[in-house]
């Protein structure tokens, strides 16, 4: 059967303040120019942004909820990526 | 699996887990984590916030009716602007919440059968006519207001998406309220006439509000359950209450008459004594015999019907034009 639903895409705003293009949430379109417009109308009414993409839903690829263990957990013990895991003397005051 | 029988009687609690995705699922609603689209999760919870979230987005969008009636009729150009904007809101919430609800595994689709079969319910309150243009200001002020209320606490609901939706549309709603507050208050402060017209609203509207809240905790079938999974985190009475108290000294303010010969303040309880509700009325209206049941349905059905032919024609032409760019680039 011929599918009547149009595709899903996900929308991503940038805004003003230069921050990077952010997920604000997805919406159905015929092509990408429509899909462009329509994100305008919902996801910028309140000049929420300056820059919008638009991305087929299909196209994205995410990380397996299931493998959550083994891809993030190796991060939990190296505390040494952050600046606060180094005691400085008291003598220096900014670093 | 978990059935509907819990009610708010004591602390709600998650049954026993019987499995490990179960017990992971367990372990993310009580440490307040919230569950995401590909995480597993419980038949009976998907279906829940399926049913929710959908009669949501359906309350949304046939709640654009009543207000659209008055766009043409509206006193002023302000006026006019202002609703035109609250309605393209209402459009845009109803989308964020199917696309809320679309990460469930349902489809826009299905959904949208459901509703214009009569199988999926939407918010009662949109039964009612609106006569006069104050309905307009009586509708953003007590619906919205009753709307922000049950919607406040969705915002730290358990499932991701829906949570996220509901914070977007708390932050556009209080723009609603207000202006219908703004509304009721140059009615009261007119004429003589126009603070009628403001009245006869509150009049027709305070009950179907209150009622809004749904079914008293005693006799909610959904509420336990939903409790128990982090979907509803403050029960019906509790919200009916908080709105009561919170719009009695707004009707004062008004100069307005709330149409409850018992409503009383209670310095015992430090709230407001209701009288009565009439829950027939309610279920009346829920199961379809409300004053405008059919007419709205009708008029979403047509509205969709009438537009098939524009969604199937963009469709073969992006289809076409894909086609196209495809072959010169061949």
Redesign the interface.
């Known amino acids: 059967m011929e599918r009547?639903?149009?595709p899903?895409w996900e929308v991503f705003i940038r805004s003003k303040q230069g921050l990077d293009h952010r997920h604000?949430?997805?919406?159905?379109a015929?092509?990408a120019k429509?899909a462009v417009q329509m994100a305008r109308?919902?996801y910028t009414?309140?000049m929420e942004g300056v820059s919008i993409w638009v991305v087929p839903s299909e196209a994205i690829t995410?990380s397996?909820?299931d493998d959550k263990a083994e891809m993030f957990d190796p991060m939990a013990d190296k505390v040494y990526r952050h600046p606060t895991f180094y005691k400085l003397p008291k003598e220096v005051e900014h670093m | 699996m978990y059935t509907q029988a819990m009610d708010l009687a004591g602390a709600p609690t998650l049954a026993p887990a019987s499995t490990p995705e179960e017990a992971a699922f367990n372990a993310r609603i009580a440490a307040d984590r919230k569950v995401e689209p590909r995480d597993w999760m419980p038949e009976a919870y998907r279906k829940t916030l399926v049913r929710q979230i959908s009669q949501h987005a359906h309350s949304e969008v046939v709640g654009m009716l009543p207000e659209g009636n008055w766009i043409t009729r509206a006193p002023s150009l302000k006026r006019k602007a202002i609703l035109m904007a609250k309605v393209q809101d209402e459009g845009g919430h109803g989308l964020y919440l199917y696309a809320a609800a679309e990460t469930l595994g349902v489809s826009r689709d299905q959904m949208l059968e459901a509703l214009h079969a009569g199988r999926a319910k939407y918010s009662s309150i949109f039964n009612y006519p609106t006569l006069t243009w104050a309905d307009m200001g009586a509708i953003g002020w007590l619906v919205d207001g009753a709307a922000i209320m049950n919607q406040i606490p969705l915002c730290r609901c358990s499932y991701g998406p829906y949570a996220r939706a509901m914070i977007r549309i708390c932050k556009e709603e209080s723009f609603h309220q207000r202006q219908g507050f703004d509304i009721m208050l140059a009615l009261s402060r007119g004429t003589t006439a126009q603070k009628a017209m403001a009245q006869d609203a509150l009049n027709r509207w305070w009950w179907p509000v209150v009622q809004m809240f749904g079914p008293p905790d005693k006799d909610s079938v959904h509420s336990g359950q939903s409790a128990a999974w982090g979907i509803k985190r403050i029960s019906n009475d509790d919200l009916r209450q908080k709105f009561i108290d919170a719009t009695v000294p707004q009707a004062e303010l008004l100069g307005l008459t709330i149409p409850d010969p018992q409503l009383k303040w209670n310095a015992e309880r430090g709230h407001y004594d209701i009288g009565p509700i009439d829950w027939d009325e309610f279920w009346r209206v829920v199961g379809g015999e409300g004053p405008c049941n059919r007419e709205r349905l009708a008029t979403r059905v047509e509205a969709h019907e009438a537009g098939a032919w524009v969604r199937e024609a963009a469709l073969a032409h992006a289809r076409k034009q894909g086609a196209r760019a495809r072959k010169r680039a061949a």
Not at chain 1, 24 to 28: A, D, K, N, R
């Open positions: 009547k639903e149009w899903l604000v949430g997805s919406l159905h015929v092509d429509q109308d919902v009414r309140r995410a397996d909820p």
